[in-house]
């Protein structure tokens, strides 16, 4: 725990929802965990809430899609700062931990900016990590063992995780039936082999079991009850074929439709597409 400046604002937490944290965790800014390495050193890293929690009225919501991130910085300042403070204060452990941190996210740094605040470039940097990982071994290599787009990636909205427990499939193209490890393969920044990566398929289990305990969140400001309540009798009647029921007993339909048909721009969706096809062969 070297890093000073960062360490300040690591742990300029706000309020939790629903979250107790305790020991190294404790008072931790909630994005934010503490870890061991595979290299048994303890580091800092940014767990699923940097994008799947936002803070309305100085509290953090688990779940919501985060709106206010800024991805539009070059992380390789990030890192090399990292590095320098490691370098500075670090044990040999912590110099080790930076300089991997350094050398991977250089790598994949063009693949992580968004063009505008809130909008989130994960779709590409999950791709960009896969790509330097040995499909048999998961061992990092350097080189790019996928060919990555050459336009800059196309920025996406982060969904809320209450439809979660509702939905067969993890995203909303329909692609990837609840295939959990998918998320493990997301997060392969550290993991250094096959065990290890099994290891946190396993935690995967534990983490999609409480993805599916969140309930949708009150919303925290007054609402109008006359307009809401005509606009519940124009959703239900026009909308919730498609966007699902609420309430007790809801449903989620999961339907697939055509771009012809929405009428939506669908150059995302291509994008996605043919980086897909390069796992799905
Ligand atoms: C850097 C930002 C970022 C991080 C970190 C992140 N996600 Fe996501 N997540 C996204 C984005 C963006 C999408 C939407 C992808 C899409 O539409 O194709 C998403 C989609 C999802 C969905 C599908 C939700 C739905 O209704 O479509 C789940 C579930 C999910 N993430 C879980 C996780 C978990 C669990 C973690 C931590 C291990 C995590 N995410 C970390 C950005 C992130
Ligand atoms: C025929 C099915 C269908 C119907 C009916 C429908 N939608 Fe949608 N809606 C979609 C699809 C598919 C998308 C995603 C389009 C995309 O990502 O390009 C969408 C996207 C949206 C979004 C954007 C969600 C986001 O996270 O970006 C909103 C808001 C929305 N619809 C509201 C409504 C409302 C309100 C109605 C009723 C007045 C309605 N929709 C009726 C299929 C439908």
Known sequence: MWFPLARTHLYDGVGLIGVERTGDKA???Y??????TPRVNKVFNFNCFYCHAETVGGKAYLGLGNTTR????DVRNVCDTVRAGANLFGTPGEKEEASILQHRFAIASDYMKSSTVGANPSMTYVYA???HRDPA???WTDNRLLEMPTAPPLPVAVPPWWQMRKRKTLFANGELPLHWS?????TLMGQESPEQYAQSAEGFKKVKAFVETLPPPEYPQAVN???AGQGKAVFETTCSTCHGTYGSGGTYPERVIPFSEIGTDRALG???TKLDERFVG
């Open 27 to 29: 008072n931790l800014n």
């Open 31 to 36: 994005a934010c965990s503490v870890l061991n």
């Open 70 to 73: 800024d991805f539009t910085g």
């Open 129 to 131: 990590l896969m790509a």
């Open 137 to 139: 071994t998961l061992k």
């Open 182 to 186: 998918f998320m493990t393969l997301a």
């Open 225 to 227: 009850a006359s307009l």
């Open 270 to 272: 291509d994008q996605q």
